[in-house]
């Protein structure tokens, strides 16, 4: 399963990259994030902690690993269980009216399917679609 969703948000590149990549700050423009905490620097290998609000109002909590971080191009994590992986990316591209913004993810592994029982890709590209919303929101 592969979803991924993109938003021109009306800033330039550099401010989106420093919101984006500021998890405590998520719940100020991500209606969905609860809460989220960076333990430790910006840096691959890092986890980030966080509470999203999924479609139904259930609460899901994750806490992946940074992968990548390449400042104002790239912000990507892996989530990983048991039979399970879900690699999370944000990309930034510069716009003529901003920064285009794609969230991308993508399951792996032979529980994959349990994890689209839980979030089907439907669901999560609405999830995605509104989360960037919001940070386009946040700029205006």
Not at 92 to 106: C, I, R, W, Y
């Amino acid at each position: 399963m592969s979803v991924e969703a993109s938003v021109v948000v009306p800033a330039a590149p550099e401010r989106v990259w420093e919101r984006r990549s500021d998890p405590e700050a998520w719940p100020e423009w991500n209606t969905r994030c609860m809460s989220a905490t960076l333990n430790g620097s910006l840096e691959p290998g890092t986890k980030i902690s966080f509470e999203l609000i999924g479609r139904g109002e259930r609460a899901f909590h994750t806490s992946p690993r940074l992968v990548a971080v390449t400042r104002g191009e790239e912000l990507a994590w892996e989530a990983k269980s048991l039979g399970l992986r879900v690699p999370t990316a944000t990309r930034f591209a510069p716009d003529d009216d901003g920064t285009t913004v794609t969230l991308e993810s993508g399951t792996r592994g032979p529980l994959a399917f349990s994890y689209t029982l839980a979030l089907p890709e439907r669901e999560q590209a609405l999830l995605f679609v509104e989360m960037l919303n919001g940070l386009a929101a946040s700029f205006k």
